[in-house]
């Protein structure tokens, strides 16, 4: 079956432009992460979806950033006014229920570069 | 803040030899998991463990969870060079949203 899918896989962007990142969960899952990776890093968490809600948002890191789910399966993630620290690559995880331990699938995440 | 202290960050050794990697914290996990990373993927799963002092064996590869839930350890038995990736350990807490606190990583690297 189909796993997770992000796209596009790599943007190029300039400072202070608006980009937006999609991400494809598994059909039927209705937990939803993203995450972003810095070189050298780990993943680190942004928000958390729980169906169409969003239910834990804390690691988002300033209003630049917002994400959406409006039907509770895809997702969209959105950069206003990007800045050259925002460079990463972002990464969307879906889980089955978003329980205790529930494994959490990758996509292969997109890599953003602002110039 | 990274709240989960990986060592080595980075690991070169031949294949056959064997190795450890540390995932270490001052913080109480609900959960820890173990992730391996490719490049331009995302990381995929190799296990969880949820009990203190739990030990679990997949294949070559040896997950202990320390028994205060707060470090794990990963042991690769000889090694080969499809075992080189970056590996991550990661910490989650009951009760909440389940995000998953992730570790800087351990980069490495089986020549043949």
């Known amino acids: 079956g189909a796993g997770v899918s992000q796209t596009p896989s790599n943007k190029v962007t300039e400072k202070g432009k608006y980009v937006e990142l999609r991400c494809d969960p598994i059909?039927?899952?209705?937990?939803l992460y993203w995450y972003r990776q810095s070189l050298g890093q780990g993943p680190e968490f942004l928000i958390y979806f729980q169906g169409t809600g969003a239910a834990d948002d804390s690691g988002l890191p300033n209003d630049r950033f917002f994400a959406v789910r409006p039907e509770g399966s895809v997702s969209t993630l959105k950069i206003q006014r990007t800045e050259r620290g925002d460079s990463a690559v972002y990464l969307c995880?879906?889980?089955?229920?978003?329980?205790?331990?529930?494994?959490?699938?990758f996509g292969p995440g997109t890599r953003l570069t602002v110039l | 803040t990274q709240l989960l202290e990986q060592s080595p960050q980075f690991l070169s050794i031949q294949e056959g030899e064997n190795l450890t990697v540390y995932c270490n914290s001052s913080?109480?996990?609900?959960?820890l998991q173990w992730y391996r990373q490719e490049p331009g993927e995302g990381p995929v799963l190799l296990v969880t463990v949820v009990t203190g002092g739990e030990v679990k064996k997949l294949k070559r590869l040896t997950f202990q969870f320390g028994d205060a839930r707060k470090d794990s350890s990963l042991h690769i038995t000889a090694a080969q060079p499809g075992d080189t990736g970056l590996y991550l350990c990661?910490?989650?807490?009951?009760?909440?949203?389940?995000?998953?606190?992730f570790g800087k990583g351990t980069k490495l690297t089986v020549n043949p």
């Open positions: 913080s109480v996990f609900s959960s």
């Open positions: 059909s039927g899952h209705t937990a």
């Open positions: 995880a879906s889980s089955g229920t978003g329980g205790f331990a529930d494994t959490q699938y």
């Open positions: 990661a910490g989650g807490r009951q009760g909440g949203s389940e995000k998953l606190v």
